[in-house]
């Protein structure tokens, strides 16, 4: 998959077949998309092409209200490329983008940079300043402009809305299943880890305290997940606390602390993966240490026996 960062670099692709959106998560309906795509483009002898913004559109046009996300941005590449897709164009948002026309869109990007031969858009997607670009806005000017409209059925978009509503509020909610099912995949949480109080250690339980890439990641509710972890290019079973830690710290912040099962490598500094599979219980404070550390060592044996099940 090639990427192009704006517009600056100079597009070169046969028989462009785009796609505009954030895709956020890349859920099973954004993979639909993809899939249809690569169906059109084969049918030209063409090349999928997805046109997508960063940051999100809405974390600039309304900054005081940011919209949480579903993804980090790199893990967004990773898997779009495992899908197939072929170009991938990311449009820095800008408060300027956002007063481009809907017809300066087409003409100056769609038309004169890219210059497509299809472009496959849902009934309900709008572009431009105050939204006036649509699909029946396409069609107005596909001939003039020589591009042909693919519409995607107002099923499969009803579908893929309902899919992010619901990923959103599973994860809200802690209901990992849930949101799995409409992922097509584990929830992802990407971080750097980070040097901790190292209190894990005292209790034969390490952790590695992980930060976000993406600081506006939406976070699971709080609580004790069964998670795989990828660390060092291979791929670990552990646990995964989300919460303020109220029996060793008061008024204490947000942490994700990973705890591999059968592993003792310093990660300090490292990037790794936790994807979330089951939630196990809500966090809790514990009248003691000791009690801390047998609830961890019961989280432990759930979690193993889920993923002994699992695999």
Same mark, same amino acid.
Do not use: W
């Given at each position: 998959?090639?990427?192009?960062?704006?517009? !600056?670099? #100079?597009?070169?692709?046969?028989? %462009?077949? +785009? =796609?505009?959106?954030?895709?956020?998560?890349?859920?099973?309906?954004?993979?639909?998309?993809? !899939?249809?795509?690569?169906?059109?483009?084969? $049918?030209?002898?063409? #090349?999928?092409?997805?046109?997508?913004?960063? %940051?999100? %559109?809405?974390?600039?046009?309304?900054?005081? *209200?940011?919209?949480?996300?579903?993804?980090?941005?790199?893990?967004?590449?990773?898997? &779009?490329?495992?899908?197939?897709?072929?170009? /991938?164009?990311?449009?820095?948002?800008?408060?300027?983008?956002?007063?481009?026309?809907?017809? !300066?869109?087409?003409?100056?990007?769609?038309?004169?940079?890219?210059?497509?031969? $299809?472009? +496959?858009?849902?009934?309900?997607?709008?572009?431009? *300043?105050?939204?006036?670009?649509?699909?029946?806005?396409?069609?107005?000017?596909?001939?003039?402009?020589?591009? #042909?409209?693919?519409?995607?059925?107002?099923?499969?978009?009803?579908?893929?809305?309902?899919?992010? =509503?619901?990923?959103?509020?599973?994860?809200?909610?802690?209901?990992? #299943?849930?949101? =799995? $099912?409409? /992922?097509?995949?584990?929830?992802?949480? =990407?971080?750097?880890?980070?040097?901790?109080?190292?209190?894990?250690?005292?209790?034969?339980?390490?952790?590695?305290?992980?930060?976000?890439?993406?600081? &506006?990641?939406?976070?699971?509710?709080?609580?004790?997940?069964?998670?795989?972890?990828?660390?060092?290019?291979?791929?670990? *079973?552990? /646990?995964?606390n989300i919460g303020l830690r109220p029996t060793v710290e008061e008024n204490g912040q947000m942490k994700l602390e990973v705890h591999i099962f059968d592993f003792s490598e310093d990660l300090y500094g490292e990037k790794i993966q936790v994807h979330l599979y089951e939630r196990i219980r809500n966090e809790q404070k514990f009248a003691s240490i000791e009690a801390l550390k047998a609830q961890i060592e019961e989280d432990e044996?759930?979690?193993?026996?889920?993923?002994?099940? /699992?695999?």
């Amino acid at each position: 998959m090639k990427i192009y960062k704006g517009l !600056e670099t #100079e597009f070169n692709c046969k028989n %462009p077949v +785009v =796609t505009i959106g954030t895709f956020d998560g890349l859920h099973i309906g954004h993979q639909k998309i993809i !899939e249809k795509l690569t169906e059109e483009a084969q $049918k030209i002898n063409g #090349e999928s092409v997805l046109l997508t913004f960063y %940051p999100h %559109p809405r974390s600039v046009i309304d900054s005081d *209200n940011p919209i949480s996300l579903l993804q980090a941005h790199e893990d967004k590449l990773v898997e &779009l490329e495992a899908l197939g897709l072929q170009h /991938l164009i990311v449009l820095p948002f800008t408060s300027e983008l956002s007063t481009m026309t809907a017809y !300066e869109f087409i003409k100056d990007i769609l038309v004169a940079h890219i210059k497509l031969k $299809k472009i +496959v858009i849902g009934y309900d997607h709008h572009f431009g *300043n105050n939204r006036e670009g649509n699909l029946d806005f396409l069609n107005q000017h596909a001939q003039s402009m020589d591009f #042909e409209v693919i519409e995607i059925p107002a099923k499969e978009i009803d579908e893929i809305k309902i899919s992010s =509503t619901k990923i959103r509020e599973a994860i809200r909610n802690g209901e990992i #299943e849930k949101a =799995t $099912k409409f /992922l097509g995949k584990p929830y992802e949480i =990407t971080g750097i880890v980070i040097q901790g109080k190292q209190l894990g250690r005292t209790i034969d339980y390490p952790t590695a305290n992980i930060i976000p890439i993406e600081a &506006l990641q939406l976070l699971p509710k709080i609580g004790v997940y069964a998670v795989k972890i990828k660390a060092l290019h291979l791929s670990y *079973n552990g /646990l995964l606390n989300i919460g303020l830690r109220p029996t060793v710290e008061e008024n204490g912040q947000m942490k994700l602390e990973v705890h591999i099962f059968d592993f003792s490598e310093d990660l300090y500094g490292e990037k790794i993966q936790v994807h979330l599979y089951e939630r196990i219980r809500n966090e809790q404070k514990f009248a003691s240490i000791e009690a801390l550390k047998a609830q961890i060592e019961e989280d432990e044996i759930i979690a193993r026996s889920y993923f002994m099940h /699992l695999d």
